[in-house]
């Protein structure tokens, strides 16, 4: 398998989609150019970033779910990563940003239009383990840019 990428950024003024862009700045804060309209279940120190597979993503397109990058609210995209070692605690260097990942990210109705059926659940650590966002905070500040490499090292 080739090395791990960042194949899509997403932000937002509020809301999902989130609209992919080329590149954008992380901090403790979050991703330049995105923002959470409920900060009491997103955003955030602890809640920074929120991340998802590309490959998922195309098993949930297989089951015919209209997901997209972005439609389930995930700052960053990633392609070529084992999303089974995406656990609490694992770090991760995405160009020269720094991450670690903090919790699963429950999903709530404000991403139901991803789903056939509305069935948002569908991504639910809790339901179908393994199939989850994931929550990040950032370590170490810096641009994460669109193909910057991904390196995961388990915490």
Known sequence: MSAARIVSLNCSNGGVPKLPVDAAWASSNGMEGDRQRNLKYHGGPDRAL???SLELIE????EGHPIA????????????L???????????EMGDVLIELTSFAVPCKTIR????????????????????RVYARVLSEGL???GARV????G
Do not use: C, H, K
Request: avoid cysteine; glycine fraction near 12%.
């Open 144 to 146: 994460l840019q669109v």
């Open 113 to 132: 239009a991803a789903f056939a059926g509305e069935e948002f659940t569908r991504i639910s650590d809790r339901i179908y383990p393994g199939w989850s």
């Open 50 to 52: 929120s991340l998802y």
């Open 59 to 62: 098993r949930l397109q297989r």
């Open 82 to 92: 084992d999303w089974t070692r995406m656990l609490p605690g694992a770090r991760l």
């Open 69 to 80: 990058p972005g439609s389930a609210g995930e700052n960053v995209t990633i392609g070529g």
């Open 151 to 154: 390196t995961l090292s388990e």
